[in-house]
T-cell receptor
């Protein structure tokens, strides 16, 4: 299947700093990428949908000024957690859908810990 | 409302035994259906998908699923499980209205020796 990478896989930062997470589709082009957040023992919670070349669409309750999303190319989307606080600690997973539609492929996730 | 329901939160099973993980979807979602597996501290890996055609779908790692339109189900099966199959399994449906995947709550498969 198609490969989606995420970097970094794990990050620890101090409260008040910003953290950028990269998501890349390695062997396919993705007009649409998705960012999810997963709490322990729970399913994935969609945060936002990112379309190449346009503004991201955020789910209800997700602060767009806190979670900045950029989808500059057909293979790269970034999520920046601005002024991170301990409650932002979580597992963040990105996903990309092929231009042709069909399946959605997921990255390996990024574990964010805010001290 | 559009929804995906996984009927079992945990399924314990002995190694080499067969297993079925149940998934039902609401008829208001499209019939693009998926099963994903998540190992600890990892992302989701696509096991199999149903988009159209044959109702019996074969995936990776010996898993298969059957799309049943009349029962709005898409149960996942494996005839003989291994310890390495221990993981979280998510059923998902694509919503053509929203363009998003709708996930079930997940089922923890625990394979015991």
């Amino acid at each position: 299947g198609a490969v989606v990478s995420q970097h970094p896989s794990r990050v620890i930062c101090k409260s008040g700093t910003s953290v950028k997470i990269e998501c890349r589709s390695l062997d396919f082009q993705a007009t649409t990428m998705f960012w999810y957040r997963q709490f322990p023992k729970q399913s994935l919670m969609l945060m936002a949908t990112s379309n190449e070349g346009s503004k991201a669409t955020y789910e209800q309750g997700v602060e767009k000024d806190k979670f900045l999303i950029n989808h500059a190319s057909l293979t790269l989307s970034t999520l920046t957690v601005t002024s991170a606080h301990p409650e932002d600690s979580s597992f963040y997973i990105c996903s990309a859908r092929e231009i042709s539609g069909g399946a959605q492929f997921f990255g390996p996730g990024t574990r964010l810990t805010v001290l | 409302a559009q929804s995906v329901t996984q009927l079992d939160s945990q399924v314990p099973v002995f190694e080499e035994a067969p297993v079925e993980l149940r998934c039902n979807y609401s008829s208001s979602v499209s019939v693009y259906l998926f099963w994903y597996v998540q190992y600890p501290n990892q992302g989701l890996q696509l096991l199999l998908k149903y988009l159209s055609g044959s109702t019996l779908v074969k995936g990776i790692n010996g898993f298969e699923a059957e799309f049943n339109k009349s029962q709005t189900s898409f149960h996942l099966r494996k005839p003989s499980v291994h310890i390495s199959d221990t993981a979280e399994y998510f059923c998902a449906a694509f919503s053509s209205n929203t363009g998003k995947l709708i996930f079930g709550q997940g089922t923890t498969l625990q394979v015991k020796p």
